[in-house]
Structures are given as structure tokens and as C-alpha cells.
């Protein structure tokens, strides 16, 4: 038994809808992943310059920090207090 053609235009109507309402869904995800893929390219980017920066040693590192520490090794904690 076959629908009748209100119906079939109904269901036509439908199925239409639903096919345009995933192709506007699957066009949004390939844009979220275009601007991750920009992100994530910027954030290599970032770590690529980082990892070229040279290296602070101690005394570099305590003259940009302003303060000196020393390790008690007893208490495994760090005082910074002098």
C-alpha cells in the first residue's frame, strides 16, 4: 500500500528539512574545526618560540625574581624568607 500524496508530500517536506538541517550542522563543525586548527597553530607556534628562548640560570632566574631561597632539606619545603 502506497502513501497517499498529501502524505508523501509530507514526509518529502521532512525528509528535506532534516538533509538541510545536518548539512547546516556538518558546514558548523568543519568551521569550529577550521578556527581549532588556527588555534592550535598559533599555540605551536607559541611553544616553538618558547622552546628557542635561552635558558635562565639560577643567578638570572633570582635576579628576576627579586628574592633568593635555599633548600631545607629536612622540612622539603623551599624558605624564601632571606
Given amino acids: 500500500m502506497t502513501p497517499r500524496p498529501r502524505a508523501q508530500r509530507v ?25 581549532r586548527a588556527a588555534e592550535k597553530v598559533a599555540y605551536q607556534a607559541t611553544l616553538e618560540a618558547r622552546a628557542a628562548m635561552p635558558a635562565l640560570d639560577g643567578q638570572a632566574l633570582r635576579d628576576k625574581l627579586g628574592r633568593a631561597g635555599r633548600w631545607l632539606q629536612t622540612q622539603r619545603h623551599c624558605c624564601t624568607a632571606r
Fill in 11 to 35: 514526509l518529502f517536506v521532512l525528509i528535506t528539512l532534516a538533509a538541510l538541517v545536518g548539512m547546516g550542522v556538518t558546514a558548523s563543525l568543519g568551521r569550529w574545526q577550521l578556527g
